[in-house]
């Protein structure tokens, strides 16, 4: 079972980059599927982005372009770069992990989750 705490959230003005960090624990971390996904209060949990043990990617269509997820299995974390942030951005994102055949957009695939991290942009 593998444990993940984010980090790397915070305030950033509008236009602005931050890149996230969640660094696993507890198991292979290269068996895993990685994604992040974000939640607004009262809103359900939102797909941003995942990445294959071996370095493919899938990205929500909102965040090609602007957000990039990657990881280093050496060092057992993956990342999420966002630039470009918008307000609309503001949310919890949440590091999830799974052991899956394909990527995954449904966060119902993703058993494992970390506590999240507060990124808030400001306009």
């Known amino acids: 079972q593998v444990q993940l705490v984010e980090s790397g959230g915070g305030l950033v003005q509008a236009g602005g980059s931050r890149r996230l960090s969640c660094a696993a624990s507890?198991?292979?971390?290269?068996?895993?599927?990685m994604g992040w996904f974000r939640q607004v209060s009262g809103k359900e949990r939102e797909f941003v982005a995942a990445?294959?043990?071996?370095?493919?990617?899938l990205y929500a269509d909102s965040m090609k372009g602007r957000f990039a997820i990657s990881r280093d299995n050496a060092k057992n974390t993956v990342y999420l770069q966002m630039n470009s942030l918008k307000p609309e951005d503001t949310a919890v994102y949440y590091c999830?992990?799974?052991?899956?055949?394909?990527?995954?957009?449904?966060?119902?695939?993703?058993?494992?989750w970390g506590q999240g991290t507060q990124v808030t942009v400001s306009s």
């Open positions: 990445i294959s043990w071996s370095g493919r990617t």
């Open positions: 999830a992990a799974a052991i899956l055949y394909r990527l995954a957009k449904d966060p119902s695939q993703y058993p494992y």
């Open positions: 507890g198991d292979t971390f290269s068996r895993y599927t």
